[in-house]
């Protein structure tokens, strides 16, 4: 959620939001999780997403490493990072595979 403040903060250009989840993609276009424990990522994503031009996106598991590999950073290290202009050193042997080709 904090990532994609940030990222709204520093541009205008509209959103992509890619995932691997067909259900978490759905729900963003519907209704879908709200009452879910869930619900309430949810709603703030949509709320953030309120405001812009946003396109979802559904992309293979295999897609999603780079992700993957920073959230378990994340729970591992128990933190919330980061990197402007720069590549996490958890990430920099798999983010040139992950780069996904953005159709709008």
């Not at 963003?28 to 949509?46: D, F």
Request: net charge neutral.
């Amino acid at each position: 959620m904090q990532g994609m403040a940030l990222a709204m903060q520093h541009s205008d250009l509209p959103v992509v939001v890619q995932t691997d989840s067909s259900e978490a993609l759905s729900s963003l276009t519907n209704g879908a999780l709200v009452h879910s424990r869930y619900g309430h990522i949810v709603l703030e994503i949509k709320d953030l997403l309120g405001s812009r031009e946003f396109f979802p996106q559904k992309i293979s598991r295999l897609q999603n490493r780079v992700a993957d590999r920073l959230a378990k950073y994340s729970w591992s290290e128990r933190a919330t990072a980061v990197w402007l202009g720069s590549v996490p050193q958890c990430i920099e042997d798999i983010w040139p595979l992950d780069r996904n080709s953005i159709h709008m």
